[in-house]
């Protein structure tokens, strides 16, 4: 790794936590992420636009393939075009749900009791609607091959769930297949692809959650040590 003061700087903002400190964060963190539920019921209360920048900031922060960042977020708050994609995704979700998804498929959501309906995409205040960008560059107007786009987006799609969470709103993953219907309802170029659309907001009183996805599996089924 070379170390050439004219492209690197020293590390900043990074705090050490003492051995005794690290296990009790890293405990609390899981605790607060792990009361985090996709939500289907959105209450239609508003929230400001300067709380989905900051969490957009934050998934902004991301690591990325060769740091170009190959992402976009268009957040839709106008109700009109909340609609415009509602109805598009609707009808994506009347196709999928009536045959094209098959049936293994549709028996692995029979617990979470989904269908072709979203109204949540209208109720919910924000829909942040994810692209992944084919081409970019670390600098605005660069048009340069980007890599690891997928991972890239989806690390950042994490970071901004949590920022959501940590903000006190309830999101849903939504990603109804094909989505080209976003390009053109967000104005963006074919060399993005749509990645996925997140519903944010607050849950409505008394929403309830699938108990299936309750359960996570345990520690020792998810990871390893050697
Ligand atoms: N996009 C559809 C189907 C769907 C697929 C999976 I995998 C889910 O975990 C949930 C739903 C829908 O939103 O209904």
């Known amino acids: 790794m070379k170390s050439d003061p004219r ?26 992420l792990s009361t985090r539920r996709s939500v289907r019921d959105f209450a239609p209360t508003p929230v400001d636009r ?15 393939g060769a740091n170009h960042q190959p992402w976009f977020f268009a957040c839709v708050g106008s109700p009109e075009k909340k609609r415009e994609i509602r109805l598009a995704a609707e009808a994506e979700e ?9 049936e293994e498929w549709l028996d692995a959501l029979a617990p979470i009791g989904t269908d072709a309906q979203k109204p949540y995409m209208e109720t919910a205040p924000w829909l942040i609607c994810i692209f ?8 605005v107007g660069d048009n340069r091959k980007n890599y690891y786009i997928h991972e890239s987006v989806g690390i950042a799609t994490g970071l901004l769930i949590a920022a959501c969470h940590e903000a006190g709103l309830a999101t849903l993953v939504h990603t109804p297949n094909p989505m080209s219907f976003l390009n053109r309802l967000c104005d ?16 409505a009183e008394g929403a309830k959650v699938p108990k299936h996805a309750l359960k996570k599996k345990a520690l020792g089924d998810i990871c390893s040590f050697s």
Request: net charge positive.
């Open 188 to 203: 963006r170029p074919d060399t993005e692809k749509p990645y996925l659309i997140l519903a944010v907001g607050h849950p």
């Open 94 to 102: 009347r196709a999928f749900y009536s045959g094209k998804a098959g």
């Open 7 to 32: 492209t690197h700087v020293p590390l900043q903002g990074y705090v050490e936590r003492a051995p005794h400190e690290q296990l009790g964060r890293a405990e609390a963190l899981h605790r607060h």
């Open 132 to 139: 992944a960008q084919r081409r970019g560059g670390a600098e």
């Open 50 to 64: 300067a709380v989905i920048e900051a969490c957009v900031a934050a998934a902004g922060t991301a690591p990325s």
